[in-house]
């Protein structure tokens, strides 16, 4: 089975709203697998109720957020776990900073995937180049 890849990241940051300080590290999901990305359907739609269509915009942006989290995060502070995993946190640019920083680690995935792939491409048309060269110097001249 293919696992993702735990990326890692730390936060530093003074809520907006509480003036309170928030430190630690993280570690986050490089990609989803096909259960994961159900995983945080259910979880949005946990969050919203019964009635998902009566909710506010805000509040179906913060279910996707904070399903997005829960699924993303495979290790994280213990002020995180004290505060039902963000939920209790009343600081935006907090779990703004979070999310975006969790997001990161599989963009980054994907930029380190992209790259990885031009190089082996590159390595490809370069002895695709070469063996069309030793043929042609092979080849009888006309």
Known sequence: M??????SFSVNVVGDTTGEQFTGDFQAKSFLSFRDVLQVDKYRRDLLGDKPEQASVRAVNQAEIFAQLWVRLAVTPAWWKDHANGLDL???NLIEDVFTKTVGVETAEREDLKKRGDVALAKLKGIVDEDARAASEKSPAK
Request: charged share 45%; hydrophobic share 45%.
């Open 2 to 7: 293919i696992k993702a890849k735990l990326g």
């Open 90 to 92: 009343a600081d935006d």
